[in-house]
């Protein structure tokens, strides 16, 4: 059931979909999001975002050494935390972005398709897509 984005273009940039992701995760800093905001070049250009697909075959779980990252049967990994030394191996295996970072864990963040980024954006960019 992954977060899909249904419609960039009506994105303004305001990153209420970054903070809600960051609260969702127990965090407060946008560091902490599983989800990216990016200026394509000023409001005028638009924004790009970035949210984890739930790869079938995640590059991230395949680049941890400490097989923390479990791949779920309906795509997308989830983190065994007491397995996690904080390498961040994932975080740059991730093609999309798509995984934060806690500094007070020194741990990733990994997108648990709990759709509050979807909630949060006034918008209507994101779409939480059931399967």
């Given at each position: 059931?992954?977060?899909?984005v ?6 303004v ?5 970054m903070?809600?992701c ?9 560091e902490?999001?599983?989800i ?5 070049g ?11 697909r739930?790869?079938e075959d ?25 397995k996690?030394t904080g390498?961040g191996?994932?975080?740059?295996a ?7 970072w806690k500094?007070?864990?020194n ?13 949060a954006c ?10």
């Open positions: 059931m992954p977060v899909l249904k419609d960039s273009d009506k994105c940039g305001c990153l209420l979909c903070f809600a960051a609260r969702a995760h127990g965090a407060v800093g946008l902490s999001s599983c990216q905001v990016r200026s394509q000023g409001i005028s250009r638009g924004f790009s975002v970035f949210v984890c739930g790869c995640p590059p991230c779980a395949r680049a941890c050494p400490e097989e923390a990252l479990l791949v779920r049967k309906d795509g997308g990994v989830v983190l065994r935390s007491d996690c390498c191996y994932c975080v740059r991730c093609i999309l972005d798509a995984i934060g500094n007070e864990d741990k990733p963040v990994i997108c648990i398709q709990c759709a509050e980024c979807v909630k006034p918008y209507q960019v994101l779409e939480f897509e059931k399967l």
